[in-house]
């Protein structure tokens, strides 16, 4: 199971450390990812990490504000928002990958369908 903290409200150019732990064993986690959903859009990816390696993934659209880090040995990974804009504003979920991605796919997009595991979310609103 997943669990998201850290949501909140923020004025824009504000900073937010989302957080997400993963109970139980996390040894078959190929990857680690961060996805939102905004009121009446679909949802998008924002950033992953592989769980060996460490090797990072982002949106365009949060690249360079956004860093995701993890610490295996706590089963965490966490996104640090940086230069938060009011079109940061969503509901971001928490998600764990056990399919791997293709090695042809772009960098800046993750797949959810490669994501078997989801936390309820956390909301974040950046206010203008």
């Known amino acids: 199971q997943l669990q998201a903290s850290g949501g909140g409200l923020v004025q824009a150019g504000g900073s937010l450390r989302l957080s997400c732990v993963a109970s139980?064993?996390?040894?078959?986690?190929?990857?680690m990812g961060w996805f939102r959903q905004a009121p009446g859009k679909e949802r998008e990816f924002v950033a992953a990490?592989?769980?060996?390696?460490?090797?990072?993934d982002y949106a365009d659209s949060v690249k360079g504000r956004f860093t995701i880090s993890r610490d295996n040995t706590k089963n965490m990974v966490y996104l640090q928002m940086n230069s938060l804009k009011p079109e940061d504003t969503a509901v971001y979920y928490c998600?764990?990958?056990?399919?791997?991605?293709?090695?042809?796919?772009?960098?800046?997009?993750?797949?959810?369908?490669?994501?078997?595991?989801w936390g309820p979310g956390t909301l974040v609103t950046v206010s203008s």
């Open positions: 990490i592989y769980w060996s390696g460490g090797k990072s």
């Open positions: 139980g064993r996390a040894d078959n986690y190929y990857a």
């Open positions: 998600a764990a990958a056990t399919r791997k991605k293709g090695s042809r796919d772009p960098d800046n997009t993750w797949d959810p369908f490669l994501f078997t595991s």
